[in-house]
C-alpha cells in the first residue's frame, strides 16, 4: 500500500512538472507584440531593448507596419500596443466606450519629417508653398521653385503609399488634397536616402530619426550621401533644419507628435512599457535619439 502511495505522488509530482506554468503577466513580465511607425524604426528599437535589458522577464515582439496597419491590428487585438504619429479619433473613443473600452494614449516623443536633397541640389532653402507645389503637381521643374535651379522635373520620393509619411504630407501640407501621381515609392526610409543620393533631381521626405542621432555611424554615414534642406517657418519667415532645439521650439514647420497607444485595462505589460518609454529612461533615449522628447530639455545636433 505505501509502495503504491510513493508511486501515486510520484506521478503527480511528474505531470506537475510537465504541465505548462501558470503565465503571469505585470508591468514587467509577460509577453506582448508592439508595432511601430517604420519612421521611428530606430528609437522603437532602442526603447525595446533597454526595457527587455532592465526587465529579463518582460518579452516584447517588436514588429514594423504602416500606420492604418498598425492601428487596425491594436483595435482587433493582434498588437497590445502601438507607436504611431497619431491618437484615436473621438468616433473612435466613443465606440470604445461603449464597449466598457477605454483607450490610454501618451505623447512619448516629437518627430520631424526631414526633406533631403541630392548633395548636387543647390537648392536647399525651400517655403512651405514650394514643397506644397512639388507635392501636388506632376510638372514642376527645379527652375520654377528656385533661381538656380535646372530646367529639369523634381522627382519626389517616400517611403511608401499610405505610409504615416504620406499620410502627413497630405493631411498637414496639402490639407487633404491628392498627393501628385509623379511620386516615387522607395519602399523604406534608407532606400529613400539611397535613391536620392543617387539621383539629382529628387527630394526626398523621412522621419528624422533615420538621420539625426550624432551617436549612430548609420546616421552619420547616411548624411555623408544627401543634403537636409532648410524649411522656412512662415511665421517669422526665417529658415530652420530639424534640428533637436528648432523641433521642441516649434520653429521647425514639419513636425508631428508620436504616441503610445494601448487598449490594456489591467496593469500589464503594456502599461509597463507605455510607462518606460515616457519615463526619465524612455524620454532620455528619445533625446539621444535626436527626436524632441515630449517632456525633456534637448541639446542641438548639427545636420550637415
Given at each position: 500500500m505505501k509502495h503504491d502511495c510513493w508511486i501515486f505522488i510520484l506521478v503527480f509530482f511528474l505531470i506537475a512538472g510537465c504541465s505548462k506554468p501558470i503565465e503571469r503577466e505585470t508591468p514587467t513580465e509577460g509577453n506582448?507584440?508592439?508595432?511601430?511607425?517604420?519612421?521611428?524604426?530606430?528609437?522603437s528599437r532602442e526603447w525595446v531593448e533597454t526595457f527587455q535589458h532592465l526587465y529579463q522577464y518582460g518579452k516584447i515582439k517588436l514588429t514594423w507596419a504602416r500606420e492604418t496597419e498598425a492601428f487596425n491590428a491594436l483595435l482587433e487585438g493582434k498588437a497590445q500596443?502601438?507607436?504611431?504619429?497619431?491618437?484615436?479619433?473621438?468616433?473612435?473613443?466613443?465606440?470604445?466606450?461603449?464597449?466598457?473600452?477605454f483607450p490610454r494614449e501618451v505623447k512619448v516623443a516629437v518627430d520631424a519629417i526631414a526633406v533631403i536633397l541630392n548633395l548636387n541640389n543647390p537648392d536647399s532653402f525651400l517655403t512651405l508653398s514650394e514643397i506644397t507645389q512639388i507635392l501636388s503637381s506632376n510638372s514642376t521643374v527645379w527652375s520654377d521653385i528656385g533661381k538656380q535651379g535646372k530646367d529639369i522635373p523634381v522627382q519626389p520620393v517616400i517611403d511608401q503609399a499610405g505610409s504615416?509619411?504620406?499620410?502627413?504630407l497630405q493631411d498637414s501640407v496639402l490639407k487633404?488634397?491628392?498627393l501628385s501621381s509623379s511620386f516615387v515609392a522607395a519602399g523604406s526610409a534608407d532606400k529613400v536616402i539611397e535613391y536620392v543620393a543617387n539621383h539629382p533631381a529628387a527630394i526626398g521626405f523621412i522621419g528624422v530619426n533615420w538621420i539625426a542621432s550624432a551617436n549612430d555611424s548609420m546616421a552619420l554615414g547616411f548624411l555623408q550621401t544627401i543634403r537636409t534642406a532648410y524649411i522656412q517657418n512662415p511665421a517669422d519667415q526665417k529658415y530652420y533644419l530639424p534640428y533637436q532645439a528648432w523641433i521642441g521650439q516649434l520653429l521647425y514647420p514639419l513636425r508631428r507628435d508620436i504616441y503610445a497607444l494601448t487598449l490594456e485595462s489591467k496593469m500589464g505589460l503594456s502599461t509597463g512599457f507605455l510607462s518606460f518609454?515616457?519615463?526619465?529612461?524612455?524620454?532620455?533615449?528619445?533625446?539621444?535619439?535626436?527626436l524632441m522628447p515630449a517632456q525633456k530639455p534637448v541639446r542641438m545636433i548639427e545636420l550637415q
Open positions: 506582448i507584440k508592439v508595432m511601430a511607425d517604420p519612421a521611428i524604426t530606430r528609437l500596443l502601438v507607436i504611431l504619429p497619431r491618437t484615436f479619433t473621438p468616433e473612435q473613443k466613443r465606440i470604445l466606450g461603449n464597449k466598457r473600452i504615416s509619411i504620406a499620410n502627413f487633404g488634397e491628392p518609454m515616457a519615463g526619465d529612461k524612455g524620454q532620455r533615449i528619445v533625446l539621444k535619439s535626436g
